[in-house]
């Protein structure tokens, strides 16, 4: 008997697409991910998922990728230097054809990631407005169209603190001053894969976070208090790293990218960053989950020597 009623993943491969696989699947749910190697994805995903082979980019892909499915999440991201010059191509356009897709299909529940919050007047500010136009344009179509929609404000994961962590020094371009919220990947995931399935959150957009913002100074604090190590933190000119993404932009674009990112993160609003324990009060309030938390997360890879 076929079954008509997957939920389908685009970017089910990705850094957290994966973990919504993941839970989805201990949850039984039936999963449908799209990609571009099916047996890079198995790797990934595992063999009780359904993979669909082709390109995001082409209308028929999605099209035939959204035979026999009852919701769509949509976590698709250019993040690397592989993709950054596709970003619109995949973040925008793909999307959008998904829309287009799945509203002629009949499929009306449609889960998005996005970011935190996408704030059109602080990029302007910061003259970086290319870093969250993709998104803001996407949320607003979905915001105006008839689908049963939830689109998740997605935190920063954990990881980035340790990406600038090195022999017992985070050097941090910027310094990382600023509070921001972050999260961990497998909350992320549990999320993710109770809202797709729930009938009662059309027309919401949720921040997903963990208990607390933190700078980059407070984390290095805290890892060194349950290490016993010292974690020195180092600040770098933020200026340097914008010589250099200009200086590598032709031959490797995703550095300019991340310089963007970084000076997102030197400049987060002290609003969102004061409200994120009530934005995690509201997630405890929604869902059945026991946060994973940057604590946790630091003890763990101490456990295992990777810290």
Not at 175 to 191: H, K, Q, R, W, Y
Not at 199 to 226: H, Q
């Amino acid at each position: 008997m076929m079954d008509t009623n997957k939920i389908i993943v685009y970017g089910g491969t990705g850094f957290y697409g994966q973990k919504v696989v993941a839970k989805l699947v201990q949850k039984g749910q039936s999963v449908k991910v799209v990609t571009r190697n099916s047996e890079n994805a198995q790797k990934i995903v595992g063999d009780k998922v359904e993979l669909f082979q082709g390109d995001v980019t082409e209308k028929e892909t999605i099209e035939k990728s959204l035979k026999n499915v009852s919701a769509i999440i949509i976590c698709l991201s250019a993040m690397s230097n592989k993709l950054i010059g596709k970003m619109k191509e995949i973040e925008r356009n793909a999307v959008l054809e998904i829309m287009e897709q799945a509203h002629k299909a009949n499929i009306s529940r449609l889960v998005y990631m996005s970011g935190y919050e996408m704030r059109k007047q602080l990029l302007d500010d910061l003259k970086i407005p290319e870093f969250g136009e993709i998104k803001i344009e996407v949320e607003d179509k979905i915001r105006h169209s008839d689908f049963n929609w939830t689109i998740l404000g997605d935190a920063p994961a954990f990881e980035i603190f340790f990406a600038f962590l090195s022999k017992g020094r985070m050097v941090v371009p910027g310094g990382g001053l600023n509070a921001f919220p972050t999260i961990s990947p497998e909350d992320v995931g549990e999320i993710t894969a109770q809202i797709v399935v729930r009938d009662d959150l059309n027309g919401k957009r949720i921040k997903l976070t963990g208990p607390k913002a933190y700078s980059f100074p407070e984390v290095a604090k805290i890892m060194s208090d349950i290490s016993g190590k010292r974690i020195k933190h180092m600040t770098i000119p933020l200026f340097l790293i914008n010589i250099i993404s200009f200086l590598l932009l032709p031959f490797i674009p995703f550095v300019r990218y991340l310089y963007k990112s970084l000076k997102m993160l030197n400049n987060f609003p002290q609003d969102l960053a004061e409200n994120v324990p009530e934005d995690h009060k509201l997630l405890r309030e929604l869902f059945d989950y026991e946060p994973v938390t940057l604590e946790m997360e630091i003890s763990r890879r101490i456990n295992e020597n990777i810290l």
